[in-house]
């Protein structure tokens, strides 16, 4: 973060027509996207990118889930076709939409918004071998890392992550566990809506799997290939990419910040990148806001994953830096001080 | 509330294409929304209208607060020239933004986009007599029933409060004291920014001012009349012009939840209309969203008023109803049901 362009901002905000710090959290949000953008004021966070990196998972024959696996691949057809959460609250919030099949079980024909870049066809059950292997991980972080290069070279000012892939939270809570050395049933929740017989059998596959490759957190990539998931990989280049730019990447759920762990452990100064869009339900998500030390945005129950709860943040986001931009000063607009 | 139509929303939910209740509060505030137009899925909520009710406060002789009389009247031309922070949030949102002079202490010049509605050059000094008669009370919330059908009948199928008015926060936690039975000193904040002096001479100004007039919860224009500002009158009629034609109403921080509780003493279904944007760091802010039940959107620290709040949790509120009418159906999706 650069700390002259925060100062202005700090110094725009105390000048701009309403009392000092009467917009709260926006306020530090918007001294922190200038230092991100080292310039006062930041660039407008227009056009926003989402991007939904999509996977399969090859624990998914524990029965971690009741979804049956061919539900991502039917996810990605209905994104492409504007009929999931996601895509409404994209149209509301002017977020453009972008699909990454990055790991999905099935073959996917070419399409319109889909960026077609399988590194492997789902990942192997992480509770019996490597999810897979160190090359493939590395192969899927420089996978998401090109993605929000290319989506920032189309224009976006902004990225928010998105994600699907049924049995992905099992890959989120062991990865979480990993990055924070929390025991896995400290960070495994629901999911989308499991009972309580196949929570038990979640945590325990999770400590399996744990116990089987012993990944550290000191080798994030190491970690990413046992007990991640192809999109958790991409996803954390995806942070990368756009902390390397010094993009604002707007967090979604459980998944989202289990990658970004991963990318703060490989790059530490890329949190500075990271907002967090909303608290997710899953009780992994709050150990790993805290870990990254981000207090999120919103807070509504939420446990959908896909991007909903970035895609809903980023108005405020764009809100915040638009204060630094559009509102007059006390001198220009003719108010009077106290 | 329709609880037809509620019923049918809540089965549309468990039909699309997404985890049961994987969207917490939306999927509840959805339901709402549905019968509150008394139809499933209810109406797209767009276009949106805030509308910011200004107004001069006798009780400023008090020296309730460091900033002039004449910043109001200011802040009327800031947010017609689009300088204010709520101007640049609408234009985020998406929010049509219409100034209403009901009672700024100076006449003002017709402008696009202001409505002259004055019932008085500002309110009489509370701590001294009744800041207004019954009958500038009562033309007051007729005005804001009518600002309130005519932005209906513009086409506005949301509502959002906004207001401004410099001592303003002294007014909404008198009104607030009546309608909850809290002391004034447990309603009673830093407004935008005072100092403990000030605020322990505001808390006295508000309790002399109970103490003279004795209004009551059981009389709401008497409570308005004695204690409250014409703004705070013009926002109840507004909350009960909207909630008469079924069309929600976003209310912003604490003069609006203050006029709220009038409006709920007034007409206690209007409370159905009813969704808190945020939480204001006022302490009368928390007070009043407990005694209307209503739980905050946002909560962000903020303290400005204009209807920032209100702008910011818009699009949330859009984005609820939207997933009742864009979202596909597992079946019309071809997505398999666990």
């Given at each position: 973060l650069d700390?002259?362009?925060?100062?202005?901002?700090?110094?725009r905000q105390a000048r701009l027509t309403k009392p000092a710090?009467?917009?709260?959290?926006?306020?530090?949000?918007?001294?922190?996207?200038?230092?991100l953008a080292a310039s006062c004021p930041p660039p407008v966070l227009a056009?926003?990118?989402?991007?939904?990196?999509?996977?399969?998972?090859?624990?998914?024959?524990?029965?971690?889930?009741?979804?049956?696996?061919?539900?991502t691949t039917q996810m990605v057809a209905n994104f492409l076709a504007g009929g999931a959460a996601v895509n409404a609250f994209a149209r509301q919030a002017g977020v453009g939409v972008t699909i990454v099949d990055v790991g999905v079980l099935s073959d996917l024909d070419p399409a319109d918004g889909l960026i077609l870049a399988k590194v492997r066809n789902g990942t192997a059950d992480m509770s019996e071998e490597p999810a897979m292997s160190r090359e493939?991980?590395?192969?899927?972080?420089?996978?998401?890392?090109?993605?929000?290069?290319?989506?920032?070279?189309?224009?976006?000012?902004?990225?928010?992550?998105?994600?699907?892939?049924?049995a992905n939270t099992t890959a989120s809570a062991?990865?979480?566990?990993?990055?924070?050395?929390?025991?896995?049933?400290?960070v495994t929740g629901y999911g989308t809506g499991i009972d309580a017989a196949t929570h038990l059998r979640k945590i325990e596959v999770i400590k399996r799997a744990l116990a089987l490759h012993e990944p550290s957190a000191e080798d994030p990539i190491g970690a990413l290939s046992t007990v991640?998931?192809?999109?958790h990989a991409a996803l954390a280049g995806f942070v990368l990419g756009a902390a390397a730019r010094r993009v604002p990447v707007i967090l979604d759920g459980v998944t989202a910040v289990a990658a970004a762990l991963a990318a703060q452990a490989l790059a530490p100064l890329s949190r500075e990148a990271m907002i967090a869009g909303h608290r997710s339900v899953e009780?992994?998500?709050?150990?790993?806001?805290?870990?990254l030390d981000l207090a999120p945005l919103l807070e509504f129950g939420m446990r959908l994953g896909e991007g909903t709860g970035a895609v809903l943040a980023y108005p405020v986001v764009a809100s915040a830096v638009r204060v630094l931009h559009e509102m007059a000063t006390f001198d220009s607009a003719g108010v009077t001080e106290k």
């Open positions: 700390g002259e362009a925060m100062q202005a901002a700090r110094q710090g009467s917009l709260g959290e926006l306020e530090e949000l918007s001294v922190r996207m200038a230092g056009p926003a990118a989402l991007a939904i990196f999509a996977a399969d998972h090859g624990v998914h024959a524990q029965e971690v889930t009741p979804w049956p696996q061919a539900v493939e991980a590395v192969a899927a972080v420089e996978t998401g890392i090109g993605v929000a290069g290319r989506l920032i070279d189309e224009g976006a000012r902004i990225l928010l992550t998105g994600d699907m892939g049924i062991a990865l979480i566990s990993v990055f924070t050395g929390r025991d896995a049933g400290m991640g998931g192809l999109e009780p992994g998500a709050t150990v790993a806001l805290a870990k």
